[in-house]
């Protein structure tokens, strides 16, 4: 299979198909559907199963029942419908249940609209659910990485069993860029099977999936347990992309669809003879960041680009630690930014001396 | 001499958390025996809710799943559609069942998933105190129905068993009661039944179970069994609401 | 049948003391021993007059804690 032209919400339900997916439930929302729609026609020929919930509480539901029995199982929502599933997803990590959950944003609060966001970085990275817990959040620049990511997603919620993110926008979902497949399909089976729930043949004593443990201290050990796999995957899990960062003078922070943005920003920036440059988030949890562990040497400051009115930049400031100022420029409420205006808004650092 | 009763080996030996004369422990025995009859321990997968029986994880001898207030039937869905050849119930009270849970339940059966839902009615939040629960009878008084259900503030109590037999994908409904030793062999009859009819893929089947609660109501355990009769049985008919046609 | 004899068994930890039993046996063969005490804490249901025993069963389904193993003595 060669380069084809397709939209990332089709490139993420193929990559999932070739990274084993078996399973989908989902519940219909804009602008997701394209997921639902080639998982109801594709998975039935690869042998799985595509059933469509009542709603996204069920969607998540059926997830946690269908993982919970050995399948490599995933949904897919947009920003409201996450925010319903997330009583499953804290369950979901509660019980250590590996699945794949794809959002691609919308504007938000609220109904909010259908045109693309990232103001889901907190309900992606700081949960929303109830409870101690992290969720792996992949986040995707290109249609591309779109399918790559998915295919890791599977492996990364199997080797550290739990539930992964892949955060994706409307903008992303919905574009179309040429994508070539190139992980191999998966066949690997799902590693260690002691906990799936099978029937217990008469031959162990049966088992139980479960979150509920009222002696404090038992569910003190569980969490700490639960936290010291979160520590594993921060220390090797996160990732970043470094663009032109080296001699930067402005450093940009940006993920996903901003991200790209800022990259032309970045090359406009550039050929005025502007030292600019990304760092690119690709795991928003965990942070990367080892990535500003070192500044670039002449870094004078952070700016931090998103489709939302400032979530990220509370990581951003956090990995700066004062050294250098970290200044925020966002649209929301379904605005993309444009690379002018991102430049602006640089030319106006620089010249005003902040930079 | 032969042995003509004995603990089935569907229950763990883990003694149950419920209140002295609290009829659920009968409705533990009865899937446990129907399971153990039929030989399904070995490839059974349980959905237990949340409410009174949500340490019923501990009382089954089958591979069990904890599952959110009311999303049982998504659970047990996503678990059959897995792994077809397990019998899978769930196994919920009325405050989860009929109150939070009722879209997961109504599209479960909707769907006609091949599971089976053991349904405890007690008319009342048992597990939080005695609460109202929308299957609590007029009149009926609950913690949160201090002087007894009113109908006009809080609508009369919802017959699940009649609703869910409305639905086009629900195979098997019968609503029984655990009062009685009579009507506990009924109930019996009852939960084979359903569990049969999931073997033989014909589709969702459901059993209403009417069960005491002595703490929740005040009353003390015999006295209990004498008011689900007289009170519950009037309002919640005994028999099959639906039953696929025996050729 | 008149001649047909059961043999109760109680697993008396198991007991509760709700007393379901004592009301649905038809020949008062069960009582709550208020002499003693279980490990749980509960007044046990005993055998009070285990001859009666018509071995119909009624206890052991009523039985929410399954106390219950019950004999069949065979008249020949």
């Known amino acids: 299979m060669g380069r084809t032209l397709m939209k990332g919400n089709e490139a993420m339900a193929l990559a999932a198909i070739r990274g084993g997916c078996t399973h989908f439930f989902g519940y219909p929302i804009t602008p997701q559907n394209e997921i639902p729609e080639l998982f109801a026609r594709e998975l039935p020929k690869a042998g799985g199963l595509f059933l469509q919930a009542e709603s996204e509480i069920a969607a998540v539901n059926m997830l946690y029942g269908s993982a919970a029995a050995g399948a490599r199982a995933m949904t897919s929502s947009s920003s409201p419908g996450l925010a319903l599933m997330q009583e499953g997803i804290s369950m979901l990590a ?51 990485e779109s399918a790559e ?46 906990w799936v729930l099978s029937g217990h043949q008469g031959r162990r004593p049966p088992r139980t999936i479960k979150s509920l443990r009222l002696d404090p201290a038992m569910l003190e050990n569980h969490n700490l347990k639960l936290q010291g796999k979160y520590s594993r995957i921060t220390r090797r899990e996160s990732q970043f992309e470094s663009y032109r960062a080296d001699d930067a003078e402005l450093l940009f922070c940006a993920f996903g669809s901003a991200a790209r943005i800022v990259k032309n920003s ?44 400032g979530q990220m930049v509370d990581d951003v400031r956090l990995a700066a630690g004062g050294r250098v100022p970290v200044h925020f420029y966002g649209r929301c409420g379904g605005v993309i930014p444009e690379p002018a205006e991102l430049s602006e808004y640089a030319e106006e650092l620089i010249v005003g001396g902040a930079v | 001499m032969s042995v003509i009763f004995k603990k089935t080996a569907g229950l763990t030996e883990t003694d149950t958390h419920y209140c002295p004369g609290c009829t659920h422990g009968v409705a533990h025995r009865l899937v446990g025996e129907v399971l153990e009859e039929l030989g399904l321990l070995g490839d059974t997968i349980g959905c237990a809710s949340v409410g009174c029986s949500i340490f019923s994880y501990n009382y089954f001898n089958v591979d069990m799943i904890e599952c959110s207030h009311g999303r049982a039937p998504a659970v047990a869905t996503g678990i059959k559609r897995t792994v077809p050849g397990k019998t899978v119930f769930t196994y919920q009270g009325d405050g989860d069942l009929a109150a939070i849970g009722t879209a997961e339940i109504v599209h479960a059966a909707h769907r006609g ?36 259900r009113n109908a006009e503030l809080s609508g009369m109590p919802l017959k699940m068993s009649e609703m869910i037999a409305e639905v086009p ?66 309002y919640y008919p005994l028999g099959v609401l639906k039953a696929p046609e025996e050729v | 049948m008149a001649d047909r004899r059961g043999i109760p068994h109680i697993a008396v930890e198991r007991c509760k ?16 021993d208020e002499s003693r005490v279980n490990l749980k804490g509960y007044y046990p249901v005993t055998v009070e007059s285990g001859e009666s025993c018509i071995g119909c069963l009624s206890c052991a389904l009523i039985c929410p804690d399954v106390t219950f193993t019950i004999e069949l003595l065979d008249d020949r």
């Open chain 3, 17 to 32: 003391g709700c007393g379901l039993c004592v009301s649905v046996c038809p020949e008062a063969v069960l009582s709550i």
């Open chain 1, 266 to 309: 970045v090359d406009d920036l550039r050929q005025n003879g502007r030292r600019a440059g990304l760092i690119r988030p690709m795991t928003l949890w965990p942070f990367p960041f080892p990535a500003f562990r070192v500044l670039p040497e002449k870094c004078k400051s952070l700016v931090c680009v998103e489709m939302s009115c």
């Open chain 2, 169 to 234: 994908g629900a195979t098997y409904v019968e609503r029984v009661s655990l009062h009685h030793p009579k009507y506990i062999r009924k109930a019996k009859k009852a939960i084979l039944r359903g569990f049969t009819y999931q073997l033989q893929n014909r589709g969702f089947s459901m059993v209403e179970l009417l069960s005491t609660c002595p703490t929740g109501w005040g009353l003390a355990p015999v006295a209990a069994l004498e008011w689900l009769g007289n009170n519950m049985i009037p």
């Open chain 1, 149 to 194: 990511m998915m295919q890791k997603a599977f492996d990364l919620s199997h080797k550290y069993r739990t539930p992964v993110f892949l955060v994706s926008d409307g903008m992303l979902g919905q574009m179309m860029e040429p994508v070539e497949f190139l992980i191999p399909p998966s066949t690997k089976p799902a590693g260690d099977q002691s």
């Open chain 2, 113 to 148: 998933e091949h599971i089976t839902v053991i349904f405890v009615n007690n008319a009342i939040y048992g597990m939080t105190g005695g609460q109202m629960a929308p299957t609590t009878l007029s009149g009926q008084k609950a913690t949160t129905a201090p002087t007894g």
């Open chain 1, 94 to 144: 509660a019980t250590e249940i590996p699945c794949v959950i794809v959002n691609v944003m919308r504007g938000g609060p609220g109904l909010g609209t259908i045109q693309p966001a990232q103001s889901d970085y907190f309900q992606m990275t700081r949960g929303g659910g109830n409870g101690d817990y992290r969720i792996i959040s992949l986040a995707p620049a290109t249609v591309q």
